[in-house]
Every structure is written in C-alpha cells, then in structure tokens.
C-alpha cells in the first residue's frame, strides 16, 4: 500500500528566502507523485506532478520539486517565497498502475513579510 | 468550463439521518473522485469511478456509504443513517490528464 509522509506540520520562511516543504513516500510500484495546494476558503488546486522524466519538475506559482528515488523523497521548493505562498501544501502519491491517491497530513506554509 | 461543482456547500443533520450530496464534474472529465477530509488531515480516499462504472472502493468505506454516477456525469454520494463521526469535509474531484480538479467540497455536521 502506498504512503506519504510530510514531516513537517508547519514550515516559516521570511519573505523573499528559499523555502522548502519536506515530502517522503511508499510505493510499491513506479511512484506518481503531486503536489496540491489549499488556500483559505478555497478547493485543493493541483501544483505539480511527477510522473516519468527528468528528476526536477517545475510548476505553477514559481514552485518545482525534485525527485529522489534513493530517498524517496519529493520535496517542493521556491527560490524566493511571497506572503501569498501561505497556504497549506499537500504531498500525494499513487501507485502507476492504480487511480487512488493517497494524500499526506499537509504542511502549512507561512511565509513573514 | 465551470469547475467540478459540490452541492451543497454545507449540511447539518442530526444523528441517524441519511444524506445525499451531489457532485457535478468538468464535462469532459470521465474520471470521478470523492474524498473525505477532517480538519488537520489530507485527504482521504473514499471510492472512484471511471464513467458510470465505480472502480474502486475504499475498505474504509461503510456499508452505510453508497456512490452513484448513472450516467458518467454527475455523482450523488449517500450516507444513512449518520453518525457523529461523519463529520468531515466531503470533496468531489475529476481528472484530466493526471490532474485532481477538485470541488470546494460539502461541509457535513452531525449532531
């Protein structure tokens, strides 16, 4: 059975500093890996995704991700982090062969002015 | 495109009752998600459909939980008989191309 695990249940970053959010996983087969994004009062938004290619993958709002096999890890980053970054981050994985995606506790992102 | 649509954005019920929630996916989309999510929690996968057929269903689930797409659009997702532990955020979601498009889900209290 696949999971995730984000270790980290709240993350602060200064504006305009690097910032990154931790994501490990289990899967028995190839990995599909995402990133979702919720903001207040809003619906889960998709971010990025891994799915086959080179190790680090761009998204929306200047994020990106990298892939760690060895680690199994997918952690996302920024360069630079904006006061509207602040939201909460989920991590999901599914197994390659399977539609169920299986979502980490989340991580709240909170980024000072 | 509108967006996956929920309704209705929030329900109360007393304990004991049955309820229905309605989801409306992108129109093209003919993959179905619902998932139920707890205030600290992600997302928990609840069952999905691909069209009318439901493909997978989560052990989690209770017999008390029935899903529905008659037609591969809309989804209706029925609790009976509630319990307290029902409550949750219920999210609906459909997919394109790998990409959870999700709804702003249905708020449900039992009391």
């Known amino acids: 059975a696949q999971s995730v695990a984000q270790p980290e249940d709240q993350v602060n970053v200064a504006e305009g500093n690097p910032l990154t959010v931790k994501c490990t996983y289990s899967v028995s087969g190839n990995p599909y890996l995402f990133w979702y994004v919720q903001y207040p009062n809003r619906g889960l938004q998709f971010l990025l995704k891994y799915i086959t290619g080179d190790n680090l993958v761009k998204g929306s709002y200047g994020f990106e991700a990298e892939f760690n096999k060895s680690q199994t890890s997918f952690h996302l980053k920024k360069p630079s982090a904006l006061v509207s970054d602040s939201a909460l981050y989920f991590c999901a994985v599914r197994d390659g062969g399977a539609q169920k995606l299986v979502f980490g506790q989340g991580t709240r992102l909170t980024i000072n002015p | 495109d509108t967006g996956v649509s929920q309704n209705p954005r929030h329900k109360i019920t007393k304990r004991g009752q049955n309820v229905t929630f309605r989801c409306d996916p992108i129109s093209e989309h003919n993959r179905l998600y619902w998932y139920r999510q707890t205030l600290g929690q992600g997302p928990e996968f609840l069952t999905y459909f691909q069209n009318e057929a439901q493909l997978e269903k989560s052990r989690l689930l209770s017999d008390r939980f029935s899903a529905e797409r008659p037609k591969g659009s809309f989804s209706t997702l029925e609790i009976q008989r509630t319990e307290q532990g029902d409550s949750a955020m219920y999210l609906c979601?459909?997919?394109?191309?790998?990409?959870?498009?999700f709804g702003s889900g249905t708020q449900l209290s039992v009391l």
């Open positions: 979601a459909s997919s394109y191309r790998e990409k959870l498009f």
